[in-house]
T-cell receptor
Framework: AQSVTQLGSHVSVSEGALVLLRCNYS??????LFWYVQYPNQGLQLLLK??????LVKGINGFEAEFKKSETSFHLTKPSAHMSDAAEYFC??????????FGKGTTLSVSS | EAGVAQSPRYKIIEKRQSVAFWCNPI?????LYWYQQILGQGPKLLIQ????????DSQLPKDRFSAERLKGVDSTLKIQPAKLEDSAVYLC?????????????FGEGSRLTVL
């Protein structure tokens, strides 16, 4: 069965530091992969998605993620954190004929 | 372009009472989803509609939850009777199609507290 695991429920970084949020998937075939961001009291917003066209995917707000089939990973990175990046981040996966499956989420805190 | 609209934003009820949530998807979006997001967890799909037909309701607790999408546009999600464990944010999302790569657009959610 397909599942998504996000390592670390809470990540804290300083402003200007590298952001790394980890995501691993479990699937019999490489699924389509997504990262969503949720700001307080708001809905989820798509950051980026992997659809097999390119393994390095660039998204909005300077975020990017790399699909590594050998590691079954799709980690989210940003070279330099900004205070406005503080939010909850969800990794999600989808196979043909199935619903979008979300991980439990990682809360990113950014300190000045 | 208007986003996905949901109401009410907040609702507090006592257990065994009933509650209904409403969702208006983005105009032209054929696919509509209801997700349940319990505190500390990722969203979990409750039901997916394609136009006004149900595509997937395998995780909908049908003894207490019901949902409909009349005329293939607006949708309502009802809980009757509510239990304490139903306390969660109920997210509505829509997409242009149910293609695997189709982006889901989410509403701000309806937060339910069951006392």
């Amino acid at each position: 069965a397909q599942s998504v695991t996000q390592l670390g429920s809470h990540v804290s970084v300083s402003e200007g530091a590298l952001v790394l949020l980890r995501c691993n998937y479990s699937s019999s075939v490489p699924p389509y992969l997504f990262w969503y961001v949720q700001y307080p009291n708001q809905g989820l917003q798509l950051l980026l998605k992997y659809t097999s066209a390119a393994t390095l995917v660039k998204g909005i707000n300077g975020f990017e993620a790399e699909f590594k089939k050998s590691e079954t990973s799709f980690h989210l990175t940003k070279p330099s954190a900004h205070m406005s990046d503080a939010a909850e981040y969800f990794c999600a996966a989808k196979e043909a004929g199935t619903a979008l499956i979300f991980g439990k989420g990682t809360t990113l805190s950014v300190s000045s | 372009e208007a986003g996905v609209a949901q109401s009410p934003r907040y609702k507090i009820i006592e257990k065994r009472q009933s509650v209904a949530f409403w969702c208006n998807p983005i105009s032209g979006h054929a696919t509509l989803y209801w997700y349940q997001q319990i505190l500390g967890q990722g969203p979990k799909l409750l039901i997916q509609f394609q136009n006004n037909g149900v595509v997937d309701d395998s995780q909908l607790p049908k003894d207490r939850f019901s949902a409909e999408r009349l005329k293939g546009v607006d949708s309502t999600l009802k809980i009757q009777p509510a239990k304490l464990e139903d306390s969660a944010v109920y997210l509505c999302a829509s997409s242009l199609s149910n293609l695997i790569t189709g982006e889901l657009f989410f509403g701000e959610g309806s937060r339910l507290t069951v006392l």
